[in-house]
């Protein structure tokens, strides 16, 4: 008895700062699907929050923002609602307002995400730096010391007039003099004229600057194998289409029939998630990340039956992988199902992968390697009928040698030979 008054007591009365260990699992378990500390996600970032909100304010936001807009119908509450165009923020309402004041304090404290360059994973398992900002940097760099350069030889050519007219009061500055060049150069060096040597100095700067400006251009533009950027859900096709054992064409369901594999649509997902809640995992919860799905279908699995779906969807924006230059033509039906390639050839073991990522580099020479050495099975393909029909044809007219087939029958024609080389296939 005592000794429960005792720890009410003590909880109540001392000033104990929240415990920021249990705001960060509260946090990471509750809001970290949609916030991050530093960064704008599906909402705002969060640092700094508690200087531009009240605690009573981030308490009743927090447990239950609909009651707060709809009941209090704090102003400021709508006009945030507002500005995420709608985009519902969870109710938490078995977080205490203790829970709330724990996650505060982990946000006021959280140390702040390293600055340094983004690292982009190198397809082998290496991490590899984006030296992006570095370049930038040496350009930005290059182009000051060059403008510097010529206001000094402005200002020098400006104090040379003043001088002329007012030969008195520049008499020291009119003086001989060494110049920079002169004081800092040793020997015959320094009696160059300044004016090249200028020049000379300013090649010696910029050119490894733009050589490094250059290459990120080039290599921001192209392509990029190992690229694999972080999907606004935690999709994951190692859990999918690995462990699931869930057939490709199930989602990727255009792939063998058009040009476009295309990206499920959310409804694909709901075949599932709709049941699927993985609340044993989050403490009766439903997941974050499936929520996410309700919350970009608009669905509310709490409604009643017939009014579970709303009207404001917003559909998820899946950041684009592959992604080929607008000049080259690729067709996913004419490789999966005529030429029987399987995903994996061009895309890895995506079974395998938590995050997807590109595996490949996508340039012409690979398509075109592959061309080369890609046989064609025409003879067991409708697609080839009429092909094979000319080659059966060629083959006994010229005495069975034919440079489709080997005189055993085998084929030998590859992709290559049927127009795979030809530019205008590939680039429109
Ligand atoms: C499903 C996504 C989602 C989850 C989960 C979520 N939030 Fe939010 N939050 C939002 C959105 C979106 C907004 C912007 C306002 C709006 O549209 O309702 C927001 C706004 C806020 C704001 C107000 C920010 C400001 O600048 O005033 C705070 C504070 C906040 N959330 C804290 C939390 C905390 C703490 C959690 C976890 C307990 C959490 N959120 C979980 C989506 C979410
Ligand atoms: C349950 C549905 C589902 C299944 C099954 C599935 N995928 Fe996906 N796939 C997705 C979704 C959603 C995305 C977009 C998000 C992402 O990149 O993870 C995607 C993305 C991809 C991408 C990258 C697309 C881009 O932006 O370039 C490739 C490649 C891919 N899937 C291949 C496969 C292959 C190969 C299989 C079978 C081994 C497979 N997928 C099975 C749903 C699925
Ligand atoms: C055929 C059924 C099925 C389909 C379709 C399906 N899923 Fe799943 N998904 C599951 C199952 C089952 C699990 C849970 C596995 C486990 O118990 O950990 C799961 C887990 C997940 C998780 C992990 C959630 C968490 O918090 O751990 C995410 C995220 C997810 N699915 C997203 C998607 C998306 C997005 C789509 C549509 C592109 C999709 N799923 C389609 C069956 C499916
Ligand atoms: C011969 C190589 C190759 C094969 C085989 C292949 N892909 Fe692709 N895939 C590509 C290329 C190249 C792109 C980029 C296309 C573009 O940007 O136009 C791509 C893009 C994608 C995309 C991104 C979205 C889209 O619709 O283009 C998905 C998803 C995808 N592939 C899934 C698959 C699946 C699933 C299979 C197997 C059934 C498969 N791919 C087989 C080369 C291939
Ligand atoms: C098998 C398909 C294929 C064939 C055949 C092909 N290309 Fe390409 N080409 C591509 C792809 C894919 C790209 C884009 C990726 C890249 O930049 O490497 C490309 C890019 C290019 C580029 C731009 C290079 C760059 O760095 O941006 C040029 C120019 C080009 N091709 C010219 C040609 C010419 C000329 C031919 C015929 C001799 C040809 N291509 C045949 C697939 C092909
Ligand atoms: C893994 C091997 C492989 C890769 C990689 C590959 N292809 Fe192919 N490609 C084939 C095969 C096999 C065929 C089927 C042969 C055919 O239809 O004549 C084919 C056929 C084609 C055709 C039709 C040629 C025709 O005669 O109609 C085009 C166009 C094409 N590929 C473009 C590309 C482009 C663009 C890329 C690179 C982005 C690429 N391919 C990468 C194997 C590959």
Known sequence: MLSAFMALTSSAFTQDLPDADNGKKLFEANCLGCHAIDKKEIGPALRGIHLRRTPEWLVQWIRNNEKFRKVTKD??????YNEYNGAAMNVFENLTPVNVQEIVEYIKTAPEAPKTAVVIDAGDGTKKEDNTNLYILLTLVAILSIVLLILARVKNTLRRIAAEKNPEEYAEWLAPKKGFFEKSLPGKWG????????????VIVSVPALYYGFEFSITEV????????????????QLHAGQLKMNCQYCHSSVEKSKQASIPALNTCMNCHKGVQLTEKYNGEISPEIKKIYTALDYNPEGKEGEQYGKNPRPVRWIRIHNLPDHAYFNHSQHVKVGKQSCQTCHGAIEKMEVVQQVNTLQMGWCIDCHRVSQVDVANNNYYKALHDKAKADIAKNNQSSKYFS?????????????????SKCHY
């Open 75 to 80: 102003p400021d509450a709508i006009a945030l």
């Open 222 to 237: 192209a392509v990029q194998k190992g690229y694999a950027p972080k999907q606004p859900i935690a999709f994951s096709h």
């Open 191 to 202: 009696k160059l004229n300044p004016t090249v040597l200028t020049l000379f100095a300013i």
């Open 407 to 423: 005189a055993d029958g085998t084929v030998k024609l590859t992709a290559a030979m049927n127009g795979g080389l030809e530019c």
